[in-house]
């Protein structure tokens, strides 16, 4: 079986970077076509920093890092240094990164790789706000059918907010781009904070990074020690909720998850639900399902596959 070919646009963030870990010690599952960075948790400079770091950790200065847009379709930034620390990726001392960014802005890596690719055989993975996604599918429309899916961190139903009282970050800060993603027709898994915060990173859990002994394992062991302290605080929860590696995971293992196809809709006008995800997951309404909507994952599963492979690089 080839490896799929996926695309991962994002904005590290400690759960970001440990995402993008589990992808690159998986060669023979993922193929990592390159990495796009858009605004988020931190400014485009920051998230552009910081994905080149994770690549030079793992030993991948061969990955191209692809610098996007620097904020919302329509609106301002909003930042989240206050989870994720003023660099994006506090925690672990890595050294300034010094791989060169690629040339070629993010969106346009995006189109070209998709009208290059053969139809059907590129997944892109948005770990962060859709802003460089619902850009490239304004830009080049033709690329929507040439998508194999989208698997998405981001929204949230049961779980409701996580940055308002009604909607998950990576929605709010760009509920327009959202709306374009989720109205494009393209197949979109979406895993949202209903199943992230069942994949929290425990002590025994973190004890188990830190003693795989290597560069890798104790970086991610200091990211998610510094990364916990919000969840803990605000949630009472046993440890950070690993978000965004439940993309790539889902990636490896799809059994892992599991979810309902439904309608997603999201809200782009009222001020006080803006960046919600009304996801009809009891289907009281005959709006068309447009997501496979994720809410429960075999959390000691996911732990065993995301130790097992962190300890490859
Ligand atoms: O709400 C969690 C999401 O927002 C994660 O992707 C995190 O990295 C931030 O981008
Ligand atoms: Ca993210």
New binding site residues.
């Given amino acids: 079986m080839p490896a799929r070919k996926i695309i991962i646009d994002t904005?590290?963030?400690?759960?970001?970077a440990v995402a993008i870990l589990l992808a690159l010690s998986s060669p023979e599952e993922i193929e990592v076509l390159g990495l796009t960075t858009v605004a988020?948790?931190v400014p485009l400079d920051l998230t552009t920093r910081n994905a080149r770091i994770v690549c030079e950790l793992a030993g991948r200065t061969d990955i191209g890092v692809y610098a996007g847009c620097d904020r919302p379709l329509g609106r301002n930034l909003v930042t989240?240094e206050h989870?994720?620390g003023k660099t994006g990726l506090d925690g672990p001392k890595l050294p300034e990164p010094t791989m060169e960014i690629a040339p070629e802005h993010a969106v346009e890596f995006i189109i070209e790789t998709l009208r290059e690719q053969p139809a059907g055989t590129v997944t892109l993975c948005p770990?962060?706000?859709l802003t460089n996604i619902a850009t490239a599918l304004q830009k080049a429309p033709d690329i929507a059918e040439k998508l194999q899916e989208i698997v998405l961190?981001?929204g949230a139903y049961f779980e409701v907010g996580?940055?308002t009282p009604t909607a998950?970050?990576?929605i709010y800060v760009d509920p327009e781009a959202a709306d374009i993603v989720f109205k494009s027709g393209i197949k979109i898994t979406v895993m949202p904070?209903d199943v992230?915060h069942k994949a929290l990173v425990t002590k025994e859990r973190n004890d188990a990074f830190r003693a795989l002994g290597t560069p890798v394992g104790v970086a991610v062991a200091e990211m998610t020690d510094f990364f916990e302290r919000f969840d803990k605080e605000k949630y009472g929860s046993a440890g950070a909720?690993l978000?965004?590696p439940c993309v790539t995971a889902y990636l490896l293992k799809p059994e892992l998850f599991s979810g309902r196809h439904i309608n997603v809709e999201i809200e782009t006008t009222s001020e006080l639900t803006l960046g919600m995800t009304v996801a009809d997951w009891w289907v009281v309404t005959d709006r068309k399902p447009n997501a496979t909507f994720i809410g429960d994952i075999d959390a000691e599963g996911f732990f065993a596959l995301l130790t097992e492979r962190l300890a490859r690089l």
């Fill in positions: 904005d590290p963030g400690q759960d970001d988020g948790n989240a989870v994720h770990l962060g706000p961190m981001g996580n940055i998950e970050f990576n904070l992230t909720p978000h965004d």
